[in-house]
């Protein structure tokens, strides 16, 4: 049984960064160890995703050299699209702002990655927000991955006293907290870019996006134009 020393995706980054240093960490992004000793890298390039197979073994041996309580038996190298992952509470009243909000943040994609690079934007909204999300994807020729935010469930952080949960207008109970769950999820799974969407006064995302920023991952933060 070996039990993984990797903390977390910032721990896994800056491991990463050590071994292979930031040109090459710029273009391959570690995803997750799994528990086979494989490292899950996501590159957005062919070429890049081509030279990182061929450097598995290296890279294995020098991650190895720097843990070697690790257990990295090989490299899994990924070609991904770029992901644009959205985040923001589940009620955000200004729909008119996501789609400029979009455009920019796939302007940044194409100017770090060039204008040809795939994206597929990642999300957990519903609602009108998920509507208007939708219609710009499918205006704009994008593909789009969306999530649920498990609301029936409870997360390990939760407190064990089940009064944290919180009731819908039809008596049934939810957990506050699967939003925030979700997006730290959807940020480990890996993201170039974040749209965050912020209410006003809200501190909610704040760990989210210096949890994001810790990974090198550029943040664009939207604010509702509202004053609280
Ligand atoms: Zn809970």
Partial sequence: MTTSPVAG????????LQAVGEE???QARPVRLDTSGQLHVRCLIPAWATQMRQLSRQVADRLTAIRPESGVAGLTVVLSPARLLVIGPPKWQHQELLSPALEDAWHDVTQIHGPHQPLVIVHGLDGE???TLAAWTQHAGVASESHTPEWDICGPDCPADPNHRQLRPDGTPYCPTAGRRLNQQM?????????????PGSADLDADIRHARAVQIPVREIHSPDQP
Avoid: N
């Avoid at 995706?9 to 990463?16: E, F, G, M, R, T």
């Avoid at 940020?187 to 209410?199: C, E, M, S, T, Y």
């Fill in 129 to 131: 927000l998920g509507s």
């Fill in 24 to 26: 090459v960490a710029e």
């Fill in 187 to 199: 940020i480990d799974h890996g993201a170039d870019i974040i749209l965050a969407l912020i209410p």
């Fill in 9 to 16: 995706s910032a721990d896994l980054h800056a491991w990463w």
